[in-house]
């Protein structure tokens, strides 16, 4: 016999999203039941966003004592221990856990099931021996890596996002599948930290971003020495001695002593008994509207479950609507333009809003600013030239978004994020007072180049001679 809970709010899965919701709802009094199978934090603790940057941090180590010579030191190739690396990105875990564990979700009040859970109902979900009947749901339950349909895959050790920071000796050659952010941070990491690394994709590399950045950043990796292979399609997958071996069509052969599979990811729908619920959904996730509601109305998704967001600052947003629909009983609206992205990259890659090509399909008459990192002198100072700012405006100076490639674009992005959200016109930007020699400030310039035409009038040159008659 199961006993019954009657939360105002369950929320399964315990991911970045499924904690925000159920933080805030904690803290508003209201009541909570938190479920989740596996590990506090979900994905982007353990497996994504916190042990990625972690090591690509130590790749950054690696990479700043070989340009050492560029600033007059003496440049040196570094020594790495992997299984100390990999000791640094387990402490870093360990460092963030507590914010994300079960004690300090049930300090606040939350009810902590670490359980899976399923729905029996349309109304109710099974969960370690209980039945919880809660008014909403929230699923949260995140994505898997994706294995492609590629034959012989599941027959070697195949390494994901979830496996490859378990290493403790470094891999000869990498070979990595997958030419997307989680592939081409992963790959230039272990580049810098002494591996040798192939990556092949189906079409080109970093396809969602504006080629002018993905080539920038693309033709940073080969420099590194990262082989990048693209428009490959793979015959199969066989083991080949202690490594493997990928068998491309036309008969070419890339062999290696890991495969890092980097190709996509699966949102996590099955075993929830979702069908019980009247939940509809398909491989790529939940269907939900544009209030993150499913076709029952009591459960909302979010997240990487719901359709793909896979960003955690995405989850987050998310979190905040649902709270705020649940709770407050507000009218809410996804807006995807409002989540920005970041690829860490070096050089890195950011975006706000709208890129070009999105702005122009809406209303071709767009116009385009940029500037280089190299008219910057924090960038000179810091011989980190490469790369630019991008903006693109509406016909009126409407910032519909932008996009930068080149160092610290994931800091710098925060500026334009929150000029696309507010609605900013160019000169709000242009007009910033911002501290000099600083990297910002190249987005300043950018600014300031819109009104560089209007400098040329010849009706304003006209009025300033004329004032000049006054003295």
Known sequence: MTDDLTPDLCVIGAGSGGLSVAAAAAAMGV???????GKMGGDCLNYGCVPSKSLIAAGHVAQAMREAGRFGIRAVEPQVDLAATMRHVREVIAEIAPNDSQERFTSMGVTVIRAAGRFTGAKSLEAGGKTIRARRFVIATGSSPALPPVPGIEQVRALTNESIFDLDKMPTRLVVLGGGPIGLELAQAFRRLGCDVVVLDIGKMLPREDPEFAELAAAQ???????????????????HGPGIRVHLEGGETVDGSHLLVATGRKANVHGLGLEAAGVRFTPKGIEVGPDLRSSNRRIYAIGDVAGGAQFTHAANYHAGLVI??????????????LVPRVTYTDPEIAVAGLSEAEARQQDGKVRVLRWPFAENDRAQAERRTAGHVKVVLARNGTILGAGIVGPQAGELIALWQMAVTRGLKIGAIAGLVLPY????????????????????????????????KFG
């Open 31 to 37: 009541s909570v039941v938190l479920v989740e199978k």
């Open 324 to 337: 705020r629909a649940t709770l407050f009983r507000l009218r809410v609206r996804l807006q995807p333009h």
């Open 221 to 239: 990796l080969a420099r590194e020495g990262v082989v990048l292979r693209e428009g490959v399609r793979i015959a199969r997958v066989e083991s």
């Open 437 to 468: 020699p600083t990297l910002s400030e190249v987005s300043k310039r950018a600014a300031v180049t819109a009104f560089m035409p209007t400098l040329s009038n010849k009706w304003l040159r006209r009025l300033l001679g004329a004032l000049r």
